[in-house]
């Protein structure tokens, strides 16, 4: 392996770059440290590497490893309190799980992505002389990949959107009445689009049969697995499994046998099984969306009370992934946020690709302008800066005197200059300068 070249390596100290120190190993010289912005940092630790837990499954590359080890977290799980969320579940159990957050909402479809197209459409573009240096529009492309999660607008198809109207109308319902049970709830059929699961509903060993019951998953021309998974087996091994293969219910009432109770997806609502890309974003509601547009807002009917609370206003704003781009300097999710962190920048005609901001091999001036942007609050296009207040203007002339102590320090360290010697006047700009008509024509006749 080549080793980086250390001219791009400049000390920096933590009112220029804040971050906090998940881990870190402290040699000779040296310091190998593993940042992190929010400090949701979990290491494991063992005497041995063979006294380290065996890694969890990939559920994409070894869906039926994954399966086996679902299968066994079920079989542990009877008598335990099973009375919390399944979202705070998924994230508490990293054997199983690998400690995944996931959004309340957050489609299957999100999860089992394609790294292929994710490489060509998304990465290849940011790709800058081997650095990855996305700009912020090639960022905000990455909310095509996003369903629902830190959006403030998603499209659904029409059916899906039949399911999603009829849910909220019943908690709505409900949340007016002073006292209510589950089994109130009537017929409330889970909101749920088969299409955005195609790839894993087409493998041969799927979970159809356990999704939709026997019976339907055939008529619906689903392929039909063996039965030989983890979880089919699992629920045949203690009884669970009706031999009528009636599954589907209108009446949302547990019955003796899982697969005998109700699936709560809704009957005859699923034909055909995938529905055209065409279909996807059609939707089709009266309600909560603006006239003759078929784009919905990401909003709840439901009242505050219960397990979950609805963010709204300001606060929901600043967690949009569009704000989170757009008008700060902090990261959002996807990979040009955890992995671009270099950038361009613009030297006169030119554009260089800078590893990170205040980068030491660029001219200083340049340097100390990229830095600025770093510190100051991003703008929006067409947008003007604010003037900054007398604080604030101490506040960024303390932090860009800390950089140009730590490029003394760095020139210091390479021969290159004295430490105390103090850095000359920034330059001003190059003005550009059109060549006359007398000029052109003297170099036109040179050639």
């Known amino acids: 392996m080549v080793p980086p070249p ?4 400049l000390i920096h100290t933590f009112q220029l770059r804040k971050a906090r120190v998940g881990m870190a190993f402290v040699f000779k010289d040296h310091v190998f440290a593993f940042l992190s912005s929010d400090l949701v940092f979990q290491p494991t630790w063992a005497t041995s590497r063979a006294a380290l837990p065996p890694p969890p499954s990939d559920f994409y590359s070894a869906n039926w490893d994954f399966l086996d080890c679902l299968a066994n977290w079920i079989r542990s799980r009877p008598n335990c309190d099973r009375n919390g969320l399944a979202c705070d579940v998924i994230r508490s159990t990293r054997d199983v ?57 998603t499209k659904l198809p029409a059916r899906m959107a039949v399911l999603v109207d009829d849910y909220t109308d019943q908690l709505e319902d409900l949340s007016g009445l002073q006292m209510w049970f589950r089994y109130d709830m009537g017929t409330l059929y889970d909101v749920f689009e088969p299409t955005y699961v195609t790839e894993a509903l087409s493998l041969p060993h799927n979970l159809g049969h356990l999704i939709f019951g026997h019976e339907t998953w055939v008529e619906l021309g689903g392929r039909l697995s063996d039965g030989s998974d983890a979880l089919t087996s699992l629920f045949s091994d203690e009884g669970r499994l009706s031999q009528s293969f009636s599954y589907l219910r209108s009446q949302p009432i547990f019955l003796a046998g899982l697969l005998d109770s109700p699936t709560f997806l809704r009957p005859d609502h699923y034909s055909p099984l995938f529905l055209p890309p065409a279909d996807m974003n059609a939707y089709i509601c009266p309600r909560r969306y603006i006239h003759g547009s078929t784009i919905c807002k990401v909003e709840g009917k439901s009242s505050g009370a219960g397990m979950i609370t609805e963010v709204k206003g300001e606060a929901r704003r600043r967690t949009l992934f569009s704000y989170i781009v757009q008008q700060t300097r902090m990261v959002a999710i996807g990979p040009l946020e955890y992995c671009g962190n270099a950038h361009q920048v613009h030297i006169g005609s030119s554009t260089v690709i800078a590893p990170c901001f205040g980068d030491p091999t660029l001219p200083e001036y340049f340097a100390i302008r990229d830095l600025k942007t770093r510190i100051l609050a991003p703008v929006l296009p067409g947008s003007r800066r604010p003037a900054l207040s007398a604080t604030e203007e101490a506040e960024l002339d303390t932090q860009l005197a800390e950089y140009s102590k730590a490029v003394l320090r760095k020139r210091a360290r390479d021969g290159e200059g004295d430490e105390n010697q103090p850095l000359g006047d920034v330059p001003a700009k190059p003005k550009r300068s059109r060549l006359s008509a007398d000029k052109r024509l003297a170099l036109m006749t040179v050639n």
Do not use: C
């Open 6 to 9: 250390t001219n791009l390596l």
């Open 97 to 153: 799980f690998l400690g995944i957050g996931l959004s309340l909402l957050l489609t299957e479809a999100e999860v089992f992505s394609n790294p292929s197209r994710t490489a060509r459409d998304l990465l290849r573009p940011a790709m800058k002389d081997g650095y990855l240096a996305p700009t912020v529009q090639q960022r905000m492309r990455y909310l095509d990949w996003l369903h629902v999660y830190a959006k403030d607008q």
